[in-house]
T-cell receptor, first 113, second 113 residues
Framework: DAGVIQSPRHEVTEMGQEVTLRCKPISGHNSLFWYRQTMMRGLELLIYFNNNVPIDDSGMPEDRFSAKMPNASFSTLKIQPSEPRDSAVYFC???????????FGDGTRLSIL | AQSVTQPDIHITVSEGASLELRCNYSYGATPYLFWYVQSPGQGLQLLLKYFSGDTLVQGIKGFEAEFKRSQSSFNLRKPSVHWSDAAEYFC???????????FGAGTRLAVHP
């Protein structure tokens, strides 16, 4: 079975540019989570969706960050404009109901110069 | 507030030695508890989970963990460590119906030959 698929795996761009990270969850999973991992702050939950609806976006750091889930098989996390402090590894995870654990993608390593 | 504490940032063991990684949580209700492992450049892989029932749970790769309600702990153990176990280990507590995860800061395990 295909796991959670994230693209791109690596992204290097200059500050001020728009960055779009993509995620395809596991088929049949109805929850999707976006995390950010940095050395300083560890793993932080940014936002999560259930049945394509955003449930809690309290972890989104600023208005520069936005996330969408237009359908059950696709989600995006967008940063506009990007800043060097946004450099991190961004993970997407998907899960089923509350008795099922989250499954993580391999992440996108983002570097903002 | 809910939180997860992993007291050991870094642990080094010899190959073949036993291992115990500590995890304490703070949560008012009975938690869902997880251990994940992250190898360099990879996403998080689920090792094991506790939802209810037997407080000693078995996971993949020979790992086990024991839930102790009185100590608010969920320590991870392995009787004999292999060099391939070198990685970072994260304890997490799941909250609510969507299983929103709160992660500990992680414990980095090094294995000496």
């Amino acid at each position: 079975d295909a796991g959670v698929i994230q693209s791109p795996r690596h992204e290097v761009t200059e500050m001020g540019q728009e960055v779009t990270l993509r995620c395809k969850p596991i088929s049949g999973h109805n929850s999707l989570f976006w995390y950010r991992q940095t050395m300083m702050r560890g793993l932080e939950l940014l936002i999560y969706f259930n049945n394509n609806v955003p449930i809690d976006d309290s972890g989104m750091p600023e208005d520069r960050f936005s996330a969408k889930m237009p359908n059950a098989s696709f989600s995006t996390l967008k940063i506009q404009p990007s800043e060097p402090r946004d450099s991190a590894v961004y993970f997407c995870a998907s899960g089923g109901n509350s008795n099922q654990p989250q499954h993580f993608g391999d992440g996108t390593r983002l570097s903002i110069l | 507030a809910q939180s997860v504490t992993q007291p050991d940032i870094h642990i080094t063991v010899s190959e073949g030695a036993s291992l115990e990684l500590r995890c304490n949580y703070s949560y008012g209700a009975t938690p869902y508890l997880f251990w994940y492992v992250q190898s360099p450049g990879q996403g998080l892989q689920l090792l094991l989970k506790y939802f209810s029932g037997d407080t000693l749970v078995q996971g993949i790769k020979g790992f086990e963990a024991e839930f102790k309600r009185s100590q608010s702990s969920f320590n991870l153990r392995k009787p004999s460590v292999h060099w391939s176990d070198a990685a970072e280990y994260f304890c997490a507590v799941g909250l609510g119906g969507y299983n929103k995860l709160i992660f500990g800061a992680g414990t980095r395990l090094a294995v000496h030959p």
